[in-house]
């Protein structure tokens, strides 16, 4: 009786460390004038359990090391089993040391219509398409997925980032809008293809080095933390050099405007003066945030 009692609780235990995400699903059918209807609770319900209940990768996660992460999904039109919506995306990794949590994707998907049967089942299968609801989902698993490990470990997205383009390969077959190359210039295609290329090498080395070599060691020396952000961003000069005002620029600072702007506002001082020139470059869309940093 004690021998299977044991091998119970090493089987929980493997359940408990299986998936990958603690994140929050939310469907807001507001602007449809139905909201109150059964059917947007229950995609709501359906969503959560899909997204957090999925295994993902073979990898092994403790509770407390899962991804905190939102999917706020905004159904404007909604007609039988159609719905047109928008998908804001948002993710975050813990610092070292402290209980802050440093966001780290935030991504407004604008382009996220699907069909979908109340009490219909999810099924997520990495090398066929099933619906434009479970690839969108899946898409965006994966860039929270790979963009998380990146910032553990150089490179350490690979095998996420590479998942997320075979969905965004097999997906194209369904013509839903932004799975090619022709769905403009702030696509999942975009997205997925800029991150895998050399062009844009300097995006993840910065992912790595803003979080590992900065924010990482804030807590044991603030001013040193400091400076290696800055040094991490001042890489982008060169990228942003080769591709001006990139796709990729702009999802970084979409997630870490507001951070910049606290960080370098308090604490032990530092040389902000490159710092601001730099930002101002690269990110002239967040210029009131940089033009705040005065400390």
């Known amino acids: 009786m004690r021998n299977i009692l044991v091998v119970l609780l090493v089987l929980i235990s493997f359940t408990g460390i299986s998936q990958e995400l603690n994140c929050k699903v939310i469907v807001n059918a ?21 997204v957090n209940k999925t295994t993902w990768t073979n990898q092994k996660f403790a509770t ?23 998908l804001q995306v948002q993710s975050s990794r813990p610092v070292y040391g402290s209980s802050y949590s440093s966001p780290i994707y935030n991504f407004n998907d604008k382009d996220f ?20 609801l479970v690839s969108v989902l899946a898409f965006h698993v994966y860039m ?40 403009g210039l702030q696509s999942r295609f975009v997205l997925i293809d800029n ?24 807590s044991e020396n603030a ?38 702007e606290q960080i370098f506002s308090d604490g032990p001082n530092v040389n902000i003066a490159s710092l601001k020139e730099t930002l101002q470059r690269i990110a002239p869309m967040h210029s009131t945030k940089w033009n705040n940093i005065k400390f």
């Open 30 to 50: 507001q602007q449809t004038g139905n909201e109150n209807f059964p059917i947007f609770k229950t995609l709501e319900k359906q969503l959560t359990e899909f």
């Open 64 to 86: 407390q090391e899962r991804i905190d992460c939102s999917m706020f999904i905004n159904v404007v039109e909604y007609s039988g089993e159609s719905f047109k919506a928008t």
């Open 113 to 132: 219509n699907f069909r979908y049967l109340e009490f219909q089942n999810l099924i997520y299968n990495p090398s066929q398409y099933e619906s434009n």
């Open 144 to 183: 929270v997925l790979g963009l998380d490990a990146d910032s553990f470990a150089e490179k350490g997205g690979d095998p996420h980032f590479k998942q997320a383009q075979i969905i965004t390969n097999y997906s194209q077959q369904s013509n839903s809008i932004g799975w090619k190359l022709e769905d």
């Open 195 to 218: 991150i895998l290329s050399p062009t844009f090498k300097e995006f993840r080395s910065v992912i790595y080095s803003y979080h590992r070599n900065g924010m990482d060691i804030m």
């Open 223 to 260: 001013k040193q933390g400091k400076e290696e952000i800055v040094s991490a961003l001042s890489t982008f000069k060169e990228m942003n050099s080769r591709r001006p005002n990139s796709f990729l620029l702009r999802t970084f600072f979409d997630a870490k405007a507001d951070e910049l």
